[in-house]
């Protein structure tokens, strides 16, 4: 089965800095993945997924941007942070309908 | 209207006791239903997948009514280790297999 993995596991940015979270797969190839934010209190947002290395589809207008350089890497950016990126930022891994996540990154800008 | 909507609770329940969440979905060309479980500050893990005929799982059990389009969860002789945010999840049918998250129902079971 497949094992993912994200760091930092915490991080606490100033506005206006820059973002990279990382996450990697093990246990599958060529998997799809997918970029979720669960912001306080409330349900998952979906904003990246991708079918392929080098293939992003984003699913709302934001201040992020994905890549996805390797088959089991997949990376969240942000050139410039604002107060409202702030969340827990999730990385999944889908097995055909079903989804597994990982152990997600809390993130909190000030 | 959200497109899978969820009682928030939350819901407290003594051991032992019998509890049954509720989901609502609003596009009744959805393919998949699935429950998830979130305890504090975790990532959400997959309890269960719900199938047209029901489906259960020990003391759990997921049922989907199409026609009225609901999905629910029994959970049946309540331990203080079920306590957790329960999330009905949905394929829509177009969605390239995305997954839409309810919001979630918060269950507290109590000693």
């Known amino acids: 089965s497949q094992t993912i993995h994200q760091w930092p596991a915490t991080l606490v940015q100033p506005v206006g800095s820059p973002l990279s979270l990382e996450c990697t797969v093990e246990g599958t190839s060529n998997p799809n993945l997918y970029w979720y934010r669960q912001a306080a209190g409330r349900g998952l947002q979906l904003l990246f997924y991708?079918?392929?290395?080098?293939?992003i589809s984003s699913e709302v207008p934001q201040n992020l941007s994905a890549s996805r350089p390797q088959d089991r890497q997949f990376i969240l950016s942000s050139k410039k942070l604002l107060l409202s990126d702030s969340g827990f930022y999730l990385c999944a891994c889908s097995r055909g309908d079903e989804q597994f996540f990982g152990p997600g990154t809390r993130l909190t800008v000030l | 209207r959200k497109e899978v909507e969820q009682d928030p609770g939350p819901f407290n329940v003594p051991e032992g006791a019998t509890v049954a969440f509720n989901c609502t979905y609003s596009?009744?060309?959805?393919?998949?239903f699935f429950w998830y479980r979130q305890d504090c500050r975790k990532e959400p893990k997959l309890l269960m997948s719900v199938y047209s005929s029901g489906n259960e799982d020990g003391r759990f059990t997921a049922q989907l009514n199409r026609a009225s389009q609901y999905i629910s969860l029994l959970i049946r002789d309540s331990k203080l280790s079920d306590s957790a945010t329960y999330l009905c999840?949905?394929?829509?049918?177009?969605?390239?297999?995305?997954?839409?998250f309810g919001s979630g129902t918060q269950l507290t079971v109590l000693p």
């Open positions: 991708s079918v392929g290395i080098g293939q």
């Open positions: 596009n009744s060309a959805s393919q998949s």
């Open positions: 999840v949905v394929i829509f049918s177009g969605s390239a297999r995305q997954l839409t």
